[in-house]
């Protein structure tokens, strides 16, 4: 029996939310991966013993859900995301401005710093159009 008009609507409208919503959770994924891979492996977090790394948090779903302490905490709240909910990442080490903006100048401790940025942050997030559109592409063939 063939669908109605209403039903192949609904059905097309759930496959595109669907699609909708891989497509936004791969590309939040990927700017976190992007902004967590280190130096050695081609990107642009500098990493000693991982501390930075590991200090990253997520907050996401309007606030609600949060997660820290380990490289990849992201990957839970971003898998419970819906549509129209904010996704908010970040590193909450001392040194993790300085990593990422640098610093040239003496600190409140008197340590001297001639630190250049590593922009890990900023360098991911500008990606994230050419995530979304690769992500989409893959989502059309599915």
């Known amino acids: 029996m063939a669908k109605t008009f209403a039903a192949a609507v609904k059905d097309f409208r759930n496959l595109t ?27 642009n977090m500098p990493v000693d013993i991982g501390f930075l790394r590991n200090s990253s948090f997520v907050s996401g779903l309007n606030g609600s859900i ?44 008197g340590r001297r710093y001639n630190q250049q940025g590593n ?6 997030a500008a990606q994230w159009q050419n995530f979304v559109a690769l992500n989409a592409q893959k989502a059309r063939s599915l």
């Open 119 to 124: 922009f890990f942050a900023q360098q991911a």
């Open 66 to 109: 949060s997660a820290g302490g380990s490289g990849d905490a992201y990957v839970g709240v971003i898998a419970g995301m819906e549509l129209g909910d904010v996704f908010f990442g970040g590193w909450t080490a001392d040194y993790a401005m300085r990593m990422e903006y640098g610093f040239v100048g003496t600190d409140s401790l």
């Open 17 to 43: 939310v669907e699609k909708l919503e891989l497509v936004v959770k791969q590309s939040t994924q990927d700017v976190m991966e992007t902004a967590q891979r280190d130096k050695g492996s081609g990107g």
